[in-house]
């Protein structure tokens, strides 16, 4: 049997070679998309979720106070690769809760400038703005007081400010100038030097120590909330210059601490300079060879049937199978009764001739040959060869007598 179809197919495909090729385009193109996004795409939020982070639009977030910084020229920085946070350059952290871990952080700014930006207010997403966040009330005081234990313990206190300016040291800037806002948040704690306090003397930005590390109790001096008040967004930028190291060329907001830092992985290797070049000269090499197999193979070649039409087949492989079986030596004997009967329907020998009669009267017929004489043979015939040369004699006597 054969393995291919009997019924003659199409010579031209399904589809054609321009739609093949745009097929091809459109999947290594989405292909090489889904990848890249893959990649990257942790690396792109936006980090519009109501946070109270650099990245956000809400009222508790910075945002505000990093594009207030950019416009006035303070060249800021929001870094996502915490490898990045040891610039001698002022660094702002804005972690949002106790269970935030900032001890590799710190311990890389140990003799750098560095703002730590306590969390205070407990906030829900707001359903109808994209980004915004909506006050349910200030956090307990675990949460801020967490931020730096065990290492600097605080205590926290909140009560109303009142709208009353905050005190500075006296050697401060004159433009550092902030108002309490109205629900006030302050801290104690040992080796905590008061640097602003409210009139009370409650400590609301400290230095630890004599490090260059500072923390700030009350996120509103420089949250988009307090951002809205020009006297308030002044005193926040001249409280970053003086917090700035000297020579100083840009400020550091920090988004690592809030889940958008980058996180390294295989893949983004393969994207990125020095293993870009090898990532590109693979997909080179895979086009190439691409394009040389196309080139090299065309349309493939339709396979010869197992079994070809017509009699002249069927013949053949009839007579290869009686080969196969070994069955050549009866064949004689059968092709001169074919013969015979053959020539009794041609010849019109009469009905009643059975057996040697009827030989005795094909042989009685005109001709060089006698039918008996041939039938012997083919009936002795054991040799292929010898087989074929008595076949071809009956034949021979049989085309003589009907010509």
Do not use: C
Not at 15 to 40: D, E, H, K, Q, W
């Amino acid at each position: 049997m054969s393995d291919i179809a009997i019924a003659r197919t199409a010579e031209q495909g399904a589809f054609g070679v321009r739609t093949v090729a745009i097929l091809l385009v459109v999947g290594i193109a989405a292909f090489v998309g889904m990848v890249v996004l893959g990649a990257y795409a942790p690396d792109w939020r936006s980090g519009r979720n109501g946070g109270a982070h650099a990245l956000s639009n809400a009222a508790v977030g910075f945002s505000g106070l990093v594009r207030l910084a950019a416009a006035t020229g303070r060249n800021p920085q929001i870094v996502r690769n915490p490898h990045a946070l040891g610039t001698e350059d002022l660094v702002v952290l804005t972690p949002e809760s106790a269970a935030t871990d900032m001890t590799a952080v710190l311990a890389q700014r140990a003799v750098k400038p560095t703002l730590v930006v306590l969390p205070k207010w407990l906030t829900v997403k707001d359903q109808r703005h994209d980004g915004w966040a909506d006050y349910i009330a200030v956090l307990p005081a675990a949460q801020p007081e967490g931020v730096l234990a065990p290492q600097y313990p605080l205590r926290v206190r909140h009560y109303r400010g009142g709208g009353q300016p905050l005190k500075t040291l006296g050697w401060m800037p004159a433009t550092l100038r902030f108002t309490a806002p109205r629900a006030m948040q302050t801290i104690t704690g040992p080796g905590m030097r008061p640097v602003l306090s409210d009139q009370a003397g409650h400590v609301v930005l400290a230095q630890v120590g004599s490090r260059p590390l500072y923390v700030l109790a009350d996120p509103d001096l420089l949250s988009n909330l307090g951002m809205r008040d020009a006297r308030q967004a002044r005193a926040a930028l001249a409280l970053l210059d003086w917090l700035n190291s000297t020579g100083a060329t840009s400020i550091v907001f920090d988004v690592t601490l809030n889940g958008f830092g980058r996180s390294p992985s295989p893949l983004k290797l393969a994207l990125e300079p020095p293993f870009l070049a090898m990532t590109l000269a693979l997909a080179a090499a895979l086009l190439l060879a691409g394009i040389q197999a196309t080139a090299s193979f065309g349309a493939p070649r339709r396979r010869a049937r197992a079994i070809a039409f017509g009699k002249a087949a069927l013949i053949d492989n009839a007579a290869a199978l009686v080969r196969k079986a070994g069955r050549q030596g009866g064949l004689g004997d059968r092709y001169a009764d074919v013969v015979r009967e053959r020539a009794v329907g041609v010849f019109g020998v009469p009905a009643r001739l059975r057996d040697d009669a009827l030989d005795g009267y094909l042989d009685a017929l005109a001709g060089r040959a006698r039918f008996t004489a041939l039938a012997e043979d083919a009936r002795a015939a054991r040799h292929p060869r010898d087989m074929l040369a008595a076949a071809q004699a009956l034949h021979q006597w049989l085309w003589e007598k009907t010509r």
